[in-house]
């Protein structure tokens, strides 16, 4: 690829940028925390976005970062879905200040500079903190830190930089640990028609009868690669029901079976994250389940209703209802 003397498409800014020719421009800089690409076809009417879709863009590529995708693209199907989406809540931007500061290990003992003597690494934490936290307009970044300090979450130390109160450190707490307050159960299953009924009328209810909201991936709408969804959502999840029941193709007097390998996936990384995993799968299917995973208690569930009732007290006694003491 070609090095271009260009600034960042999106903010005019300082960036790497590389001529990728069919593969679109290469571009890496602070003011987007990493790099994107973006189609040459989008890169001038990027540069003449109004600056609120330019930082609801970057948000959307701080959020693919998050998720995994290390250069996500910039094309003209994202810009529409960028110019559609709505802008973050305050709320919202108060918990990505603290998202930014785990994603760079900025803990306790740890403070950045975002004001005053504008050296490298003060324009380098302006950046990526502008990035974080959706920032489009000048003076939005100052008033966004001043209202966290009235909040009581950050404190200037005596170099002008930045560091956490005690309250900010528990908030800090509170994040790392998000999966325990979210309202999510995700579903990890086959999506085939036969198995509409069971999700409708055993895991989607099982999971609302106990005040969560089950999420399956197929049925949200999105428009990035299907795993970076899965494992994003996943790490927002509270646990994870991981069904295993199959296919089964019939040869002669005997079955054989199809494994659903993005089950075992799902499952497993949810296991590595420490999210409680329910492990589930149809009478029929239970002789097929790997050997590996066959040493969890498995909810085995002849029909919806079947499922329902199983799942519902599983997740109330494992997991407890959302709500209850």
């Not at 603290?98 to 934490?125: E, P, V």
Request: glycine share 8%.
């Amino acid at each position: 690829m070609a090095m271009l003397n260009e600034a960042c498409p999106i903010w005019g800014e300082v960036a790497a940028v590389q001529d990728g020719m069919s593969l679109g421009w290469s571009v890496s800089g602070h003011r987007t925390d990493g790099a994107y690409r973006i189609a040459s076809s989008v890169i001038e009417e990027t540069r003449s976005l109004p600056v609120t879709d330019k930082a609801k863009l970057t948000t959307w590529i701080v959020d693919q970062h998050r998720a995994g995708t290390l250069e996500p693209m910039i094309n003209s199907e994202v810009l529409e879905h960028v110019a559609g989406r709505r802008s973050l809540t305050y709320r919202e931007r108060v918990d990505r200040y603290f998202l930014m500061l785990r994603a760079h290990d900025r803990g306790l003992g740890r403070s950045i500079r975002l004001f005053g003597n504008q050296d490298a690494t003060t324009a380098k934490w302006k950046g990526i903190a502008s990035a974080w936290l959706e920032v489009g307009e000048a003076g939005e970044l100052s008033a966004l830190v001043q209202a966290l300090k009235d909040a009581d979450l950050l404190r200037d130390d005596q170099s002008d930089s930045l560091t956490l109160s005690a309250k900010g450190l528990e908030r800090l707490d509170t994040l790392e640990f998000a999966g325990a307050d979210s309202s999510q159960g995700f579903v990890a299953m086959w999506f085939s028609p036969t198995m509409d009924a069971a999700y409708r009328d055993g895991f989607e209810t099982a999971i609302v009868d106990n005040g969560y909201r089950a999420l399956r991936i197929d049925q949200k709408e999105h428009i990035n690669k299907i795993d970076d969804e899965i494992i994003a959502e996943i790490r927002r999840s509270r646990f994870v029901v991981a069904d295993f029941t199959c296919e089964l193709v019939e040869q002669g007097d005997q079955s054989s079976a199809i494994p659903r390998g993005g089950v075992y996936f799902e499952a497993g990384f949810a296991q590595g994250l420490g999210i409680p995993v329910i492990w589930t799968v149809r009478e029929d299917c239970i002789e097929h389940v790997h050997f590996d995973t066959r040493q969890y208690a498995h909810i085995v569930w002849s029909d919806p209703a079947d499922l329902r009732a199983k799942l519902r007290n599983r997740i109330g006694a494992v997991i407890g209802a959302r709500g209850a003491a």
